[in-house]
């Protein structure tokens, strides 16, 4: 057996495991170490979408957790017990108090509408480059933020929507993390993600080959977007509430290092960032009580930045965790694709 | 053999020695927005607690009271609840005084069938919403809206009023809802001069003051639907912009945030509240010492007195139901009748978890917070 | 709708236009530099507000005095951080610098958010500055008046700075481009650090301002201003000061008077509307009113 296809045995069955654990963990587990699980899947999904535009394309998003809200939000509207609709959304149209969807459906609701509000925000915010992109991704966060608070009849304001039917599961969880696992993968090892790693290095030269920037751009946008949806609605059936201030920018930085640090285009990456860095400040808070999250954060910052001075390319830079070795040549996996944006700066300790 | 059998039989002999304790959950956003009121609240709980196991305790067990704090963040909070049931294993929570929060936290207690009594949220319709495991210590935002109305219209002689209320939360959208449900009911519509809203945490208030001022004849008073930490805020602007009137408000004035930030301008706000801590009533008096003596310093406000109300209701359920088992606590805080406690008497009226108690209207003068009225709805 | 209610509101305004102008001239002169997106920006003015009114502003000294001790915290902090994380990523990729950026500012949110709670905490004001003006049925504040004499006078000193000493020359020749400034014999470094003193100066400005306009500091209040800031420099022209000032004055009446104008029940969107605004200019017209060349846009 090649190596290659050695990895692919062994990715397989990490997937299998991870279903058994979750399988597991909901038969027996304590409450809290349940949570725990689902929470770390929830990350998992976040960062590995996410690097789906970041990494794949060097499009730096910081609008993601917008994304999450849509999701979050639309899934639990159609989820929300009948029962409680006509006291939290008294001025709601008959036809809604009336229609509830089940769970599965309104995920991919959620997703969706996220992936639409993506696609239509996508044209002016994908014209846009490096730090003008990221800043502009970063006010659709505000925006959605806002609206959110000012859409009243829908999503009862700052308040927040209580009460959603927390159906959440480590096996949901852990199963939507499996695809979107796949779903990259397959991107990236695919002619798809070879044009978005031509895109990712040089634009110009990208467009200027045939390249169709815009809807390559805009697909990987949108699908990341989908995820972060789905991501939502998890969340949302998973903490039974949820409220603007949820989807902050604390969540996006915290997703952010997550994916920094994991390593900017490498799935497994995404994997290993998300699960250490939510697992080992939540170890660090139980430990120490309440009162330190904000510490966990302050370090977070710390290491982050030690990571870009020392090892700026993160744990696993653009490799996968792989027994082949990576390969030369172009494309989102060897060694040409290590480079990140910025033409003008070239990084000398890319591999 | 012998040895592996005692090594089996050890835990055993452990488990029950633990567990001779009461386990109380205090849920309250000790840090945070809602830290003006709910750190007091958390040492009301506790010094009760402690009280009740230096005169001997409960069922002849000590109580111990867990402390998980949510942080004035609704995730965090739900996640502490599911901490304090699920790992702590207590067999009642206590604690929050925002009715937002109690909706987000209320769920999961009632999914894990253990008692909630909500310390300080004040919306009427909670217990309804969030199941027949929660129970409230206050008094609803509706006896408080009505009674602070009242007291405007007969004792201030208020004839036109102005509203701004915060968008942010259910209980400020409840009390300007009942507020001006009551102005109406006693003075008709015309009362109303204006409405206007804010969003809580917002700085600036230099265009609600703009419209206020615009208008063509000055309201009688003012009426602010607020929570604690935009008080001092919105009293401080409304003054210094010359709006002398009297400024009205339920319990989400009760903070010393007020005197605090507006100092001297803080003269003319009245609010409703659940006890006065100045009143001469012997159970208040003791309370206001006992807090004094193990803090440093007197109750902050009445949310204080309400953590402490809080856990004495739990103690009485427990000895009347003779057990500590989480169904039986409920069974017993339903039955609740004359319990008289700091912030007045609870009783359940058969089927509602709604306490009827009087109504405490303060002024504040001279940056002190005097006892102006006692209401009975 | 009145004259003296649009007079107020122009007058509002003015004001708030004037602290995002200082604000987004800052993050003009540090991304002309080198090409940074400072988010922690927003942080310095924040802290710098913070500390003034934990340690200054509790001592009733002279006002203009406060002001320079809240602009000197700033410079210093801003240089701080220049010489702690961004110097060392020189030669890093535009997303690093990015990230840095965002770490920072986090790193400093914390810190404040630990160290004061999120509580509001009151900024103590002479009566001077607190006292509410009437002019013709236009209420003006004191502070008002201070922040737009404040905005006119760096303006004035800036433009000077840049254009008459050597040192502020240097500046605009690195800024416009490293590498010939380089072979034109200018060490980049003390430019850079001088821009970075001199923008941070401006965020510590606008902190002590805002404590003396709206009477209260909170470690959440530099995250909003920052992104507006970033909005008033897009709007003006990015790399140009006068084009971020500009900018700031523009955005700040814009927001005034959508809130002003519109019924009350539209307030709540205005944040929404400074952003929709954002990538309007965004797609009709990237460089801003006082554009820099199209080749430097990104």
Do not use: C
């Not at chain 1, 859409?151 to 096996?171: K, Q, Y």
């Not at chain 1, 990341?224 to 996006?252: E, K, N, R």
């Not at chain 3, 001077?128 to 008046?145: C, H, K, M, Q, T």
């Not at chain 3, 995250?223 to 003006?236: D, E, N, Q, R, S």
């Amino acid at each position: 057996m090649t190596r290659e296809r050695l990895d692919t045995v062994l990715y397989w069955l990490l997937a299998a495991g991870a279903i058994a654990v979750a399988l597991w963990a909901q038969a027996g587990w304590n409450n809290y170490a349940v949570r725990l699980l689902t929470y770390s899947g929830l990350y998992v999904i976040l960062v590995v979408s996410l690097n789906i535009v970041n990494g794949f394309v060097g499009i730096f998003s910081l609008g993601h957790i917008g994304f999450m809200a849509v999701g979050a939000y639309v899934s639990a509207l159609a989820t929300y017990p009948l029962a409680r609709r006509p006291a939290t959304f008294p001025t709601l149209p008959e036809w809604f108090q009336s229609l509830a969807l089940p769970y599965p459906v309104a995920l991919l609701l959620g997703g969706a509408a996220a992936a639409l509000v993506a696609a239509v925000i996508g044209f002016p915010l994908l014209r846009l480059r490096g730090h003008y992109l990221a800043l502009g991704s970063l006010a659709l966060l505000v925006i959605v933020e806002q609206l959110a608070v000012n859409l009243h009849p829908v999503t009862r304001g700052s308040r927040g929507l209580a009460g959603i039917p927390m159906l959440t599961t480590p096996l949901w969880v852990w199963a939507v993390a499996v695809v979107v696992v796949y779903v990259a993968a397959r991107i990236k090892s695919s002619g798809f993600g070879l044009l978005l790693g031509a895109i990712r290095l040089d634009d110009v030269a990208a467009a200027a080959s045939g390249v169709r920037l815009t809807r390559y751009k805009m697909s990987a946008f949108v699908v990341s977007a989908f995820f972060a949806g789905v991501a939502g609605g998890l969340w949302a059936h998973l903490v039974g509430v949820i409220a603007p201030s949820v989807f902050s920018y604390d969540l996006t930085f915290r997703v952010i290092v997550m994916l920094i640090i994991g390593g900017l285009g490498s799935i497994t990456g995404s994997v290993v960032g998300a699960l250490g860095l939510f697992l080992l400040p939540e170890a660090f808070t139980y430990l120490e009580g309440a009162g330190t999250h904000g510490l966990s954060q302050l370090l977070l910052a710390v290491v982050l930045v030690l990571v870009m001075i020392f090892r700026p390319n993160g744990l696993l830079g653009r490799r996968e965790l792989s027994l082949a070795r990576a390969r030369d040549g172009a494309g989102p996996g060897g060694r040409l694709g290590a480079r990140t944006t910025g033409a003008d700066r070239p990084n000398p300790d890319d591999a | 053999m012998l040895r592996r059998a005692l090594i089996f039989l050890l835990p055993m002999l452990i488990v029950p020695l633990a567990a001779a304790q009461i386990r109380i959950g205090s849920l309250y956003n000790v840090t945070g927005d809602m830290s003006s009121i709910d750190a007091p609240g958390n040492n009301g709980l506790r010094l009760a607690a402690k009280l009740i196991n230096e005169s001997g305790g409960l069922l002849g067990q000590q109580v111990e009271v867990v402390t998980v704090d949510g942080q004035t963040d609704q995730t965090q909070l739900t996640n502490a609840a599911s901490r304090l049931v699920n790992v702590e294993n207590v067999v009642a929570v206590a604690g929050i005084n925002d009715s937002t929060f109690a909706l987000a936290a209320g769920p999961v207690m009632q999914a894990a069938g253990v008692p909630f009594v909500i310390a300080g949220a004040t919306l009427p319709t909670l217990p309804e919403q969030i199941g027949d495991y929660a129970f409230m210590v206050p008094f609803g935002d509706d006896a408080q809206s009505f009674a602070i109305v009242d007291f405007a219209i007969d004792q201030l002689g208020v004839e036109t009023y102005y509203m701004l209320y915060d968008q942010a939360y259910d209980f400020t959208l409840a009390v300007r809802e009942f507020a001006n449900q009551r102005f109406a009911e006693r003075l008709g519509a015309g009362a109303l001069l204006l409405e206007d809203s804010y969003q809580s945490g917002d700085a600036d208030f230099s265009s609600q003051i703009a419209r206020l001022r615009a208008l063509p004849t000055p309201p009688d008073a003012i009426f602010m639907s607020s929570v604690p930490s935009d008080a001092g805020n919105l009293v401080q602007q409304f003054r210094e912009a010359g709006f002398d009137q009297p400024i009205l408000s339920a319990d989400g004035f009760d903070t010393p945030l007020i005197v605090e930030v507006a100092g001297d301008l803080s003269d003319g706000v009245y609010f409703s509240t659940h006890t006065s801590l100045s009143s001469d009533d012997p159970q208040v008096r003791e309370f206001v010492a006992a807090y004094e003596a193990e803090y440093g310093h007197p109750p902050e406000n009445a949310f204080a007195a309400l953590g402490y109300d809080a856990m004495m209701l739990i103690a009485d359920a427990i000895r009347r139901a003779g057990s500590a088992d989480p169904a039986a606590i409920r069974d017993a805080l339903a039955d609740t009748q004359g319990l008289d406690l700091v912030t007045g008497t609870i009783t359940y009226a058969p089927g509602s978890r709604v306490p009827t108690k009087s109504v405490t209207i303060i002024g504040v003068q001279g940056g002190e917070y005097l006892f102006q009225a006692e209401v009975t709805p | 709708m009145n004259g003296t209610y649009l007079l107020q509101q122009l007058v509002n305004g003015l004001a708030i236009g004037s602290l995002y102008a200082l604000l987004a001239v800052g993050l003009s002169m540090v991304y002309g530099i080198l090409r940074l997106i400072n988010f922690a920006h927003g942080e310095l003015m924040m802290v710098a507000a913070m500390a003034s009114a934990t340690f200054l502003a509790g001592l009733r000294v002279w006002p203009p005095l406060l002001l320079v001790g809240g602009m000197l915290l700033g410079g210093v902090l801003g240089v701080v951080v220049e010489r702690v994380a961004y110097s060392r990523l020189r030669q890093a990729s535009e997303v690093n610098l990015l990230v840095t950026s965002l770490a920072v500012s986090t790193f400093l949110a914390t810190g404040a958010l630990m160290l004061w709670s999120g509580q509001p905490r009151r900024f103590e004001r002479v009566e001077v500055l607190s006292r509410l003006y009437e002019v013709g049925g236009v209420f003006v504040r004191g502070a008002d008046i201070a922040i737009l004499a404040m905005a006119v006078v760096s303006m004035a000193l800036l433009t000077w700075l840049t254009s008459r000493t050597r040192l502020g020359v240097a500046m605009r020749a690195v800024a416009e481009d490293l590498r010939v400034a380089y072979l034109m014999g200018i060490d980049p470094s003390r430019p850079i650090l001088l821009a970075f003193f001199l923008g941070s100066m401006l965020a510590g400005a606008a902190g002590v301002l805002w404590g003396w306009k709206f009477g209260q500091v909170a470690p959440t209040m530099g995250f909003v201003p920052m992104l507006k800031a970033f909005v008033a420099a897009v709007i003006g022209g990015i790399g140009s000061i006068p084009g971020a000032f500009l900018g700031g004055i523009v955005l700040g009446l814009a927001e005034v008077f959508f809130v002003g104008l519109l019924p009350a029940t539209y307030s709540g969107y205005r944040d929404v509307f400074v952003f929709a605004l954002l990538f309007l200019m965004l797609l009709v017209r990237p460089t801003g009113i006082l554009g820099v060349s199209l080749a430097r846009k990104a």
